[in-house]
C-alpha cells in the first residue's frame, strides 16, 4: 500500500503496528511519526507512536504524544486512559499530576458510564496519586468487583498500596 500510495498516512501506521508487534519499537516510531507528518490530525498514530515512547522508557515523549492524541480526539477513551495512567502512574515525578490524571479519569469514567473497570484502576491510580488514598481505595474495591479482575495480582497489590497510604508505580 505504501509503495502504490506513499501518501496513504494509514498504512504507514499499519505498518508500524507490524513493527510494533515485532517489538521493532525504532522503526514503529519512525512509520508513526511519517503518518503524523502526512496527517497531522490522526489522533491514534500520535497514540500509538506514545505506546512506542512508552515501551522505551521515554516518558516525556510518551506523555506528549498522549496529550497530542486527547487534544485531537478528547472525547476518545482509550487515549484518556493512556494519559491519565502515565499523569497518575509513571515513576518520573516530573511527568506525573495527580490532579490532572484525576480530571482525566473522572471524563474517562464518565464516557463509559463507571462500568469499565479497567477505567475505574485507573481513576483509582489516579486518586492515589493525588493523595486521596480514600478515593483510590473505594475505586480500587469496585475495580476488584468485576471478575476479570478479582484475582488479578497487580489489582490487588494496588489495593494493597492504597491502602497502606502509598501511590501505584509502574
Known amino acids: 500500500a505504501i509503495r ?4 496513504y498516512a494509514l498504512a504507514f501506521r499499519n505498518r508500524g503496528l507490524a513493527w510494533s508487534d515485532k517489538r521493532e519499537h525504532d522503526r514503529a516510531i519512525s512509520d508513526y511519526s511519517e503518518a503524523i507528518r502526512l496527517n497531522p490530525q490522526y489522533a491514534r498514530a500520535y497514540d500509538s507512536r506514545g505506546d ?4 522505551k522508557g521515554d516518558g516525556v515523549r510518551a506523555v506528549a504524544d498522549y496529550n497530542e492524541a486527547v487534544r485531537l480526539e478528547p472525547n476518545n477513551t ?15 515525578d516530573k511527568l506525573r499530576d495527580g490532579k490532572r490524571a484525576v480530571e482525566l479519569a473522572t471524563r474517562l469514567c ?3 458510564q463507571w462500568k469499565n473497570a479497567n477505567h475505574l484502576d485507573t481513576l483509582a491510580a489516579a486518586h492515589a496519586e493525588a ?9 480500587q474495591e469496585k475495580v476488584i468487583e468485576d471478575p476479570a479482575f478479582a484475582k488479578n495480582k497487580g489489582t490487588l497489590e494496588r489495593l494493597a498500596l ?8 509502574e
Open 162 to 169: 492504597f491502602k497502606a497510604g502509598k501511590p501505584y508505580r
Open 52 to 55: 512506542m515512547w512508552k515501551a
Open 78 to 92: 482509550e487515549y484518556l486512559n493512556d494519559l491519565a495512567w502515565e499523569l497518575a502512574a509513571n515513576r518520573d
Open 4 to 7: 502504490i500510495n506513499p501518501q
Open 131 to 139: 493523595g486521596n488514598f480514600a478515593e483510590a481505595v473505594r475505586w
Open 110 to 112: 464518565e464516557l463509559t
